[in-house]
């Protein structure tokens, strides 16, 4: 079984300052991991995702996430936010085992309010 | 452009009524997924499916049926057995495998009146 944790439901922040929202897992498996964003009242848009390889990962709009092993966590980080990046931020795992589905273990969500 | 279609966006339901929401993919992905979101909870996982007419049910399948009679379609219908319908339903779908994500649809939100 799998779990994630966001330790943050909400991370008010000012325009232009860095942010960073918080993510565990716990997992018997080696796992995909993945961020995703939410506006309201639509979808989850893919930022990024941590498949093997380099532990430092780039996504879209500025965002990166750090994949750390030993902590098992993985933070979304951006250097300099926007009031565009207001929304809720998920953290997701996914089983990595070969030939199964991409069934997603979701964290509770951030939601990220920038002020101006 | 390839992507999900969910249909309804808005829906509203009787209590005692059963409901289908619509979820179409034109990704040729093999596995699709539905997960329900409720406020401060985050996304459960209702039911996946990996091949047409095989699904399997995910952490909370009760109340919900699925069907998978063709691949591009993944119907969920809400029955009069779940206790709080009321929810934002999402669709999703992936390949099998593979070094890749889940992509979503809009979603489609449910009312209970």
Known sequence: AQSVTQLDSQVPVFEEAPVELRCNYSSSVSVYLFWYVQYPNQGLQLLLKYLSGSTLVKGINGFEAEFNKSQTSFHLRKPSVHISDTAEYFCAVSDLRRGSARQLTFGSGTQLTVLP | ?113
């Open chain 2, 1 to 113: 452009d390839g992507g999900i279609t969910q249909s309804p966006k808005y829906l509203f339901r009787k209590e005692g009524q059963n409901v289908t929401l619509s979820c179409e993919q034109n990704l040729n992905h093999d596995a699709m997924y539905w997960y329900r979101q409720d406020p401060g909870q985050g996304l459960r996982l209702i039911y996946y499916s990996q091949i047409v007419n095989d699904f399997q049910k995910g952490d909370i399948a009760e109340g919900y049926s699925v069907s998978r009679e063709k691949k591009e379609s993944f119907p969920l219908t809400v029955t009069s057995a779940q206790k709080n319908p009321t929810a934002f339903y999402l669709c999703a779908s992936s390949i099998v495998g593979g070094n890749t994500e889940a992509f979503f649809g809009q979603g489609t939100r449910l009312t209970v009146v």
